[in-house]
């Protein structure tokens, strides 16, 4: 089972500036990479996959990067409503799996 | 719209079964595959297994094979999870979530329902 790992677990930043968060992969999961966003109470969403592609909807100020075991999400100038949870999860291979989440809080 | 409407809140003692529905609506059903996911109190996302709303076929985690049954019916677009021998740790709010790719399997998931809690307690 490929194991998920992302930091930081919290990350703290202010309205305004940019957020990055990390995700590793303990193999290659080549780009067959997804970040998706949480909020409280809410079911998550689609942000990107393919590591970079952004989903229907989803802002420029989010954006993917990355490739194998390495991967980067990025969102510049953060709006109150992008403190969340953000997981990515590889569909390279089965059992398809979720990093632990960061959680993304207004400094 | 792409929706998928799940059943309410469940409680349910320890040694029983549970069986939650997902309602799709706003696409063709048969077209995408539906996975579910569950995530237990204040921690993150567990993939359980994943059914094609075309044929039947079903794929699960091997932590929970013998445990759980994914099914659906197309006449009613409806895709069932059914978790048996319930324990305390399986308390959870469990989430079906639809494949981003039709005609194939992808395991991109987008969208996903709203949840529904299931709480195991004596």
């Known amino acids: 089972e490929i194991v998920m790992t992302q930091s930081p677990a919290t990350l703290s930043v202010s309205p305004g500036e940019r957020a990055t968060l990390s995700c590793r992969a303990s193999?290659?999961?080549?780009?067959?990479l997804a970040w998706y966003q949480q909020k409280p109470g809410q079911a998550p969403r689609l942000l990107i996959y393919g590591a970079s592609t952004r989903a229907t909807g989803i802002p420029a100020r989010f954006s993917g990067s990355g490739f194998g075991t390495e991967f980067t999400l990025s969102i510049s100038s953060l709006q109150s409503e992008d403190f969340a949870v953000y997981y990515c999860q590889q569909y390279n291979n089965w059992p398809y799996t979720f990093g632990q989440g960061t959680k993304l809080e207004i400094k | 719209q792409v929706q998928l409407v799940q059943s309410e809140a469940e409680v349910k003692k320890p040694g029983a079964s549970m069986k939650v529905s997902c309602k799709a609506s706003g696409y063709t059903f048969t077209s995408y595959g539906i996975s579910w996911v569950r995530q237990a109190p204040g921690q993150g996302l567990e993939w359980m297994g994943w059914?094609?709303?075309?044929?039947?076929?079903?794929h699960y985690t091997q932590k929970f094979q013998g445990r759980v049954t994914m099914t659906r019916d197309t006449s009613t677009t409806t895709a069932y999870m059914e978790l048996r021998s319930l324990r305390s740790d399986d308390t959870a709010v469990y989430y079906c979530a639809r494949d981003r790719c039709s005609g194939g399997s992808c395991h991109i998931f987008d969208p996903w329902g709203q949840g529904t809690l299931v709480t195991v307690s004596s």
């Open positions: 193999q290659s999961v080549s780009s067959n």
């Open positions: 059914i094609s709303a075309y044929n039947g076929n079903t």
